[in-house]
C-alpha cells in the first residue's frame, strides 16, 4: 500500500447513524472496484473503510457508520470535520471485482457494506457490461436504507440488474422484502453454485456464507 495525502471534501450525514464521506487524493489512487483503503490516524492506528467510489472517478467516497460518540468509527467521523486534510493507505483487498469472469453476480449487503458493492456496482456500469447481477441490500429498517433511491435507479436503468431491499423493520407503505437477510436469500436460492459473490457487511453476516446453503 502506499500512503496518499488527501483533501477533505465533505463529511455530512445520510442519516442519524451513517456519514458520506468525500476525499480528493494529491496524486490519483489507483484501485479495484471492492478494494478498502485505510485512514491514518496515527502511526499504529490505521481505520480500514471499503471504498463507495467506481476507480477513475477523481473524488474517493467512503460510507461511515458512526452514531456513537467517541466510538472508533466517530472518531474518524471527528478527525476528518476537524481537519482540512487526511492521510490514507491504499488500495488494499482481493474482493474485488472480476471484470473478466462471466458468471452471474450475487452481491450482498448488510448496512454499510453497501459501500463496498456500490463501487463494484458502479464499475460495472461503467464497463457497460451486461452480466447478470442481482444484488440484496439488508437493513433495519427504511431509514437505515440510506441510499434506496441510487439502487432502485440503477434496478431501473439497466436489465442486468436486480435489486432486492430487505428490512427487519417495515412499515405499511414498503416496497420490499422483510425479514433477515441471510434467511431470504437461502429462501430465493437453492445454491449459490454457479455464481460469483461478493457480500459486505457485520462480521457474523459474512462468514462463510456458502455453508448456509449446504
Request: net charge negative.
Amino acid at each position: 500500500m502506499n500512503t496518499y495525502r488527501c483533501k477533505v471534501d465533505q463529511v455530512i450525514p445520510f442519516n442519524d447513524a451513517v456519514y458520506r464521506v468525500l476525499l480528493t487524493p494529491d496524486t490519483p489512487l489507483d484501485f479495484k472496484p471492492g478494494q478498502y483503503l485505510s485512514i491514518v490516524m496515527g502511526e499504529k492506528d490505521k481505520r480500514p473503510f471499503s471504498i463507495a467510489s467506481a476507480p477513475h472517478n477523481g473524488q474517493i467516497e467512503l460510507h461511515i457508520g458512526a452514531s456513537v460518540s467517541e466510538s472508533y468509527p466517530m472518531q474518524v467521523v471527528e478527525r476528518l470535520q476537524q481537519n482540512s486534510h487526511i492521510e490514507i493507505e491504499a488500495p488494499a483487498g482481493e474482493a474485488y471485482l472480476r471484470h473478466e469472469s462471466l458468471r452471474p453476480r450475487l452481491l450482498i449487503a448488510g448496512g454499510t457494506g453497501f459501500s463496498y458493492i456500490k463501487s463494484i456496482v458502479e464499475a460495472q456500469i461503467e464497463h457497460e457490461n451486461p452480466v447478470q447481477m442481482t444484488l440484496y441490500w439488508g437493513c433495519r429498517d427504511k431509514d437505515a436504507m440510506y441510499y434506496e433511491q441510487l439502487a432502485r435507479d440503477w434496478h431501473n436503468a439497466h436489465p442486468w440488474l436486480h435489486f432486492v431491499p430487505v428490512v427487519e423493520n417495515a412499515t405499511q407503505d414498503w416496497q420490499g422484502q422483510q425479514g433477515n437477510l441471510i434467511k431470504q436469500i437461502q429462501q430465493d436460492f437453492d445454491s449459490l453454485s454457479g455464481y460469483d459473490v461478493y457480500i459486505a457487511g457485520r462480521f457474523d453476516m459474512v462468514a462463510l456464507p456458502e455453508k448456509r446453503f449446504e
